[in-house]
């Protein structure tokens, strides 16, 4: 069946360190996203990718940066710089041709600053 | 800067009732308005679809409407279910520069009662 896989579903981070969120997709989407979480405050964009080798910042990209050598895959690092990571991370995909058509998420990766 | 607001933010109903969800955004200019269920620590399911150039669209027991000019979308769920308990997420998809970008509400949380 084709989906979105992110991966690990719970991931703890500790103070200062990089972390790496995995998104795969096999639906052969051109676009992929990264969305945040948090409680009260819905989602909120952080990177997008219209095709390999080329991603733009979203609304919230300070602390983060991504890569997207493979139209399968565009993961996701949460640096150090980020000061507030404890969140929910969402990613996305759609097909880049058309805007009719909807977007598919992935289950999610809950980050955790311990 | 397009906005989205869900009213309510939550609702409770017996089981077997009829119920609406709103949806309401400030610029009418978008392509596709989309609506997901979310359950809790779960990803975003996709539950309709609407193009900017339809009126409505149905799956089941769920239907969905969009007034573009006023800037409005219903759910509208009928017999509820003890299962339909999530909560509801709506998001417009809008043209020109950052179009692959969607905007969300904050979304409706349903609770069903038995």
């Known amino acids: 069946d084709g989906g979105i896989t992110q991966s690990p579903k719970y991931l703890f981070r500790k103070e200062g360190q990089n972390v790496t969120l995995s998104c795969e997709q096999n639906?052969?989407?051109?676009?992929m996203y990264w969305y945040r979480q948090d409680p009260g405050q819905g989602l909120r964009l952080i990177y997008y990718s219209q095709i390999v080798n080329d991603f733009q910042k979203g609304d919230i990209a300070e602390g983060y940066s991504v890569s997207r050598e493979k139209k399968e895959s565009f993961p996701l690092t949460v640096t150090s710089a980020q000061k507030n990571p404890t969140a929910f991370y969402l990613c996305?995909?759609?097909?880049?041709?058309?805007w009719g058509y909807g977007y598919t998420f992935g289950s999610g990766t809950r980050l955790t600053v311990v | 800067k397009q906005e989205v607001t869900q009213i309510p933010a939550a609702l409770s109903v017996p089981e077997g009732e009829n119920l609406v969800l709103n949806c309401s955004f400030t610029d009418s200019a978008i392509y596709n308005l989309q609506w997901f269920r979310q359950d809790p620590g779960k990803g975003l399911t996709s539950l309709l679809l609407i193009q900017s150039s339809q009126r409505e669209q149905t799956s089941g027991r769920l239907n969905a409407s969009l007034d573009k000019s006023s800037g409005r979308s219903t759910l509208y769920i009928a017999a509820s279910q003890p299962g339909d308990s999530a909560t509801y997420l709506c998001?417009?998809?809008?043209?020109?520069?950052?179009?692959?970008?969607?905007?969300f509400g904050k979304g409706t949380k349903l609770s069903v009662i038995p």
């Open positions: 639906l052969n989407h051109d676009a």
């Open positions: 998001a417009v998809r809008e043209g020109g520069a950052g179009s692959y970008q969607l905007t």
């Open positions: 996305a995909s759609s097909t880049g041709q058309g």
